[in-house]
């Protein structure tokens, strides 16, 4: 099979229904590409924007926000500005030939001959080279992104195969052994769950250099742009948790400035919350989710934002121990679920939670009902407690902007995903969508 030469001249739908007028990528990501910082890491400056209090200056008529350009569908085209290939021809397979694949097994009349030509394809890229060691011997910064193209193609595999129709046997042949033993091993260097993971399609994916993307078209570039937002909120959430963090373990520093801060970045998450919710199309939703639900043949949940843990680190440092009283299930939920996170910030939270316990990794004796009371010193209660009614005013307004956006994204996953019926990733089928999305708000029940 050709390797596919440029991702901007798909239309993303089957040829039969190719649509020929379609706008140039170029135009599209020099928009995207002119209004966003780097990468997630740097994207901890966004202008604050003023939605849910007084404490925040808006400075959007200044400076566009780095989410103003999301769901603009201006275009179909996905590019990126350098490329990011750590595992050479594998990484080049994920990024340029596989979005094609799919396409081609979504319209193909056999797809499961087409299936089982895709997993032939990948091994036989696999054993042109030695690709465990090449994974290996990575540095970390690469190691993040090779282990982001494993896990995309063997989703893609367990997707498409149950897309055909093919039984767990012919699905486990399709994967084979040497990428599941790659796939095995990426998770053995950097302790993760066994499947394509939130941190894979959030922080770790190059979305603004070099994207890894499942469709084409303005299919892909509403998948780049879902994911994109996503890492925009997660680069608020870092900023915000560490103006907390300031405040709770820093002596004599400004608490005005840290919940000022930290205000700034809640208004700005929302902001580009709401992005989603007025400008995200629901019939291109449909059709790039389809690939991240839950791994059809292993008992895992999909990617979901409910695994950020940069979410779950603010919900707790503002207001753990309130949400510890009204909804014991949130801490529940982490402590079960908690392979799904990000390792090493889940972790931080749970060394805060039970701080006797170096390693932090057995469920607290306060939430057994064992006695043991909530560990305040996880929160910044304390703190603002020093400091007097006016930093508790501005705590609360903290409180308020995490409950509005917490509002906004029940809103928003009912309209996207639950009204109109879509099967859920991130949630058991025996769990209560709805009280999901309501767990960690103070104000209201659903
Ligand atoms: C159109 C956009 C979105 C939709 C349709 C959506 C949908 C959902 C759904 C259905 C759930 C329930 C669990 C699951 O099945 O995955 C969920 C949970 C969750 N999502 Fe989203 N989501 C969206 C955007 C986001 C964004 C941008 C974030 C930011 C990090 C986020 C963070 C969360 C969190 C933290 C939960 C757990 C519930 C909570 O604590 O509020 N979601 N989402």
Redesign the pocket.
């Known amino acids: 099979m050709m390797m596919a030469q440029a991702r901007d001249l798909d239309t993303g739908v089957c040829p039969d229904r190719r649509s020929p007028a379609r706008l140039s990528f170029a135009l599209y990501c020099n928009v995207l590409l002119s209004i966003c910082s780097p990468e997630a890491d740097q994207m901890n400056t966004n202008p604050p924007v003023q939605l849910t209090a007084n404490f925040s200056i808006s400075t959007r008529e200044q400076s566009p926000h780095p989410a103003q350009g999301l769901f603009s569908h201006n275009s179909v085209g996905i590019a990126g500005r350098q490329r990011k290939r750590p595992l050479g021809l594998l990484s080049d397979f994920v990024t340029d030939e596989l979005p094609h694949r799919v396409e081609e097994i979504r319209c193909s009349e056999q797809p499961n001959e087409e299936v089982q030509l895709l997993g032939r394809s990948i091994n036989a890229i696999l054993s042109k080279a030695d690709y465990d060691a090449q994974l290996l011997s990575l540095p970390q910064s690469d190691f993040g992104i090779a282990k982001t193209d494993i896990h995309y193609i063997v989703n893609c595999l367990y997707q498409t195969s149950a897309f055909a129709g093919l039984n767990p046997m012919d699905a486990e042949r399709t994967v084979g052994d040497s990428l599941n033993r790659l796939a095995r091993l990426s998770c053995q260097r950097q302790p993760s769950i066994d499947v394509l993971s939130y941190e894979d399609v959030i922080l770790t994916n190059p979305l603004q250099s070099d994207p890894r993307l499942y469709c084409l078209g303005a299919a892909g570039v509403e998948e780049r742009d879902f994911c994109l937002?996503?890492q925009l909120?997660?680069g608020d959430l870092q900023s915000a948790m560490d103006a907390l963090l300031e405040l709770r373990d820093t002596i004599d520093v400004d608490p005005r400035q840290c919940l000022t801060r930290c205000l700034k970045h809640l208004d700005s998450a929302i902001y580009v919350?709401t992005r989603?919710h007025e400008r995200?199309s629901a019939d291109l939703?449909r059709q790039f989710r389809a690939h991240y639900v839950k791994n059809p043949y292993k008992n895992r949940l999909g990617p979901?934002?409910?695994f950020?843990a940069r979410?779950v680190a603010v919900s707790v440092l503002l207001m753990g121990e309130e949400l510890f009283h009204q909804s014991p299930q949130f801490y529940r939920d982490i402590y079960r679920l908690s392979d799904h996170y990000p390792q090493a910030c889940i972790r931080e939270v749970f060394r805060w939670l039970v701080p006797d316990n170096g390693s932090g990794e057995l469920a607290p004796t306060w939430l057994e009902g064992g006695g043991a009371a909530f560990p305040r010193s996880a929160t910044v209660s304390s703190a603002v407690e020093r400091h007097g009614y006016e930093i508790g005013k501005l705590r609360a307004s903290c409180v308020r902007a995490l409950d509005q956006f917490?509002r906004m994204?029940r809103n928003?996953?009912l309209k996207?995903?639950?009204e109109p019926g879509h099967s859920?990733?991130?949630?058991e089928a025996e769990e209560c969508?709805e009280a999901?999305?309501c767990?960690?708000l103070l104000t209201a029940r659903y």
């Open positions: 937002g996503h909120i997660e919350l989603f995200m939703f979901s934002g409910r950020s979410m917490t994204h928003t996953a996207y995903t639950i859920v990733s991130g949630a969508v999901i999305l767990q960690r």
